[in-house]
């Protein structure tokens, strides 16, 4: 069964440094997302992107996140000047509304800012 | 803006027990809604959605939930717990104009042997 990959699966990084998450989604879906989780808290979205541009972003997602799909297989989310309180589980998603509604999320990369 | 509500951030069972996993939802529009699991150090697994077609839907290892439109309910409920089912449970719904998922707080469910 097709499945959403994340990696790396564990990141650790300085403050003020960059850090690129990548995600490849499903091969068919059209629609990509990010969600975060902060350690002991709930899932937060991020942002969704579609046909090459972000559809929604949340309050979250200011001017240190970019989103890009660099090639017609990655999805990447980065983090330009990271800050501790980025630390927490980055979940990257994909759905093909045209079928379901259904998010099909990632294993998840966990990023630790030190 | 449509929205979730767990209640109960621990609920602990008796293996073969009854599990009940209360959610609420709020929505203005006929509602998506998933119960999705989250084992530890893992990712999210999706337990059970509904899409409107029946309301009472059955998901995987057993799972099922019932969508109550008069109570905003989305229950999720298992007949008898194994110690296997320990983990973190999320509701959640589709919003934003079906571009996000809205998640609730998660209640983790605690097996007791």
């Known amino acids: 069964e097709p499945e959403v990959t994340q990696t790396p699966s564990h990141q650790v990084t300085q403050m003020g440094q960059e850090v690129i998450l990548r995600c490849v989604p499903i091969s068919n879906h059209l629609y990509f997302y990010w969600y975060r989780q902060i350690l002991g808290q709930k899932v937060e979205f991020l942002v969704s992107?579609?046909?090459?541009?972000?559809?929604?972003k949340s309050e979250i997602f200011d001017d240190q996140f970019s989103v890009e799909r660099p090639d017609g297989s990655n999805f990447t989310l980065k983090i330009r000047s990271t800050k501790l309180e980025d630390s927490a589980m980055y979940f990257c998603?994909?759905?093909?509304?045209?079928?379901?509604?259904?998010?099909?999320f990632g294993p998840g990369t966990r990023l630790t800012v030190t | 803006a449509q929205s979730v509500t767990q209640l109960g951030s621990h609920v602990s069972v008796s293996e073969g027990a009854l599990v009940l996993l209360r959610c609420n939802y709020s929505?203005?529009?006929?509602?998506?809604l998933f119960w999705y699991v989250q084992y530890p150090n893992q990712g999210l697994q999706l337990l059970l959605k509904?899409?409107?077609?029946?309301?009472l839907v059955k998901g995987i290892n057993g799972f099922e939930a019932e969508f109550k439109k008069s109570e905003t309910s989305f229950h999720l409920t298992k007949p008898s717990a194994h110690m296997s089912d320990a983990a973190e449970y999320f509701c959640?719904?589709?919003?934003?104009?079906?571009?996000?998922?809205?998640f609730g707080t998660g209640t983790k469910l605690q097996v007791i042997p």
């Open positions: 998603a994909s759905s093909d509304i045209r079928v379901s509604y259904e998010q099909y």
């Open positions: 959640a719904v589709l919003s934003g104009g079906y571009q996000k998922v809205t």
């Open positions: 929505s203005s529009v006929p509602p998506y």
């Open positions: 992107f579609y046909n090459n541009e972000i559809s929604e």
């Open positions: 509904y899409t409107s077609a029946a309301t």
